[in-house]
């Protein structure tokens, strides 16, 4: 199967999809983007726009992952909002909702945090995170339980081993305690290409039993 995962940061969602399908990943950071060519050597890494390349290239794909930036929709944003200058949501992510909804022919996952407003296209909310896709999600996509938010070494420590990468690799602009907390639970990310893929398959057998 043909997959492209936008915004691929470090590959938190694609750990366990394992090395059977072909995978495009578009990362804008060029240093996130080594490191997931060294995570992930059979994948074709692309340092590019994720927004832009969805919309030149979506018609390539079987299944399409994007995970839009998601600082400005998060409830922190707003508990700083006395403490920081502001920015309007950034609206790419519904942009690609939209988009993915309205043109797109194979399954989609489009991934984001809980906002500080009722969501303004309705989605599965899952644990920690927000999902809006074409097929319906499990209601559990991991068991395993996310280290909790201290800001402090030791949830470094806790996330590196929850992630199973050691985020200190990093030696680019972004924050690394950012990084590590906005990276989907890999078992997560399995549960839901699981499911797509099921569904996929399902259609193409029903398809050919039709001639």
């Keep these: 199967m043909k997959i492209l995962n936008l915004y691929a940061c470090l590959g938190g969602n694609r750990y366990k999809w ?15 983007a080594k490191l997931y060519q060294e995570r992930f050597p059979n994948d074709t890494v692309i340092v590019a726009d994720a927004h832009q ?13 994007t995970s839009p930036p998601c600082p400005t929709h998060s409830s922190f944003q707003k508990s700083m909002k006395t403490k920081r200058k502001m920015n309007y949501p950034d609206m790419k992510l519904y942009q690609e909702i939209l988009f993915l909804k309205h043109f797109y022919n194979g399954k989609y996952c489009v991934e984001n945090v809980i906002p500080f407003y009722e969501p303004l296209i309705p989605a599965h909310k899952r644990g920690r995170n927000l999902y809006w ?19 402090n070494k030791s949830e470094v420590d806790k996330l590196i081993e929850f992630h199973e990468f050691d985020f200190r690799k990093y030696k680019g602009s972004y924050h690394k305690m950012s990084l590590a907390r906005n990276l989907v639970d890999y078992e997560a990310g399995k549960t839901i290409l699981d499911t797509a893929m099921g569904i996929i398959q399902k259609q193409d057998i029903n398809q050919t039993e039709l001639f």
């Design 18 to 32: 394992g090395d059977e399908h072909e995978i495009t990943a578009v990362e804008l950071d060029e240093e996130l």
């Design 53 to 65: 390349y969805l919309l030149d290239h979506y018609k390539e794909f079987d299944f399409i992952w």
């Design 133 to 151: 896709t074409n097929f319906n999600l499990p209601n559990i996509l991991s068991k395993r339980k996310h280290p909790s938010m201290c800001n």
